[in-house]
């Protein structure tokens, strides 16, 4: 899927859309990618003459991906919240010009509560593992 029809899955709007297209594969998993242009809000600063992609974007990148596994789910009203993170580690920079590739899977689902695993890479080598999980809540709340 691409960035309109990622859109109408998750509530999130530029800048905070953190995914280019998001592919549904066969054994239920997902994989989403990013193509890192270098003008993105998160890299000001981040750091001067040497922008590195966050560590918090690539989990909420994760977290993206894994939404559209959910559609389901994500119905009109109701926001996929982060409610952990577990085992998260980084094992490599990103950069402008790299194309991001996340990959996600189911481990346990209790609706409204998701918990899976995830793996963030550039170019085939491995960038930022980790367990997560989130709840779809209403809106209201």
Do not use: W
Not at 81 to 108: A, C, E, N, W
């Amino acid at each position: 899927m691409n960035r309109e029809e990622i859109k109408k899955i998750l509530p999130h709007r530029e800048p905070m859309l953190l995914l280019d297209e998001v592919v549904l594969n066969e054994d239920g998993s997902a994989t989403g990618y990013y193509k890192v242009r270098g003008d993105e809000f998160f890299l000001q600063g981040h750091f001067p003459n040497n922008p590195i992609v966050p560590g918090v974007i690539q989990c909420e990148m994760m977290a993206q991906s894994a939404c559209a596994l959910f559609q389901e789910e994500m119905k009109a009203g109701t926001l996929p919240v982060y409610t952990g993170l577990d085992k998260v580690r980084f094992r490599g920079m990103i950069h402008p010009g790299d194309q991001i590739k996340i990959d996600v899977s189911l481990v346990r689902k209790s609706h409204p509560l998701y918990a899976l695993k995830g793996v963030v890479s550039v170019d085939g080598k491995k960038c930022m593992s980790g367990d997560f999980s989130f709840a779809i809540i209403s809106e209201e709340n």
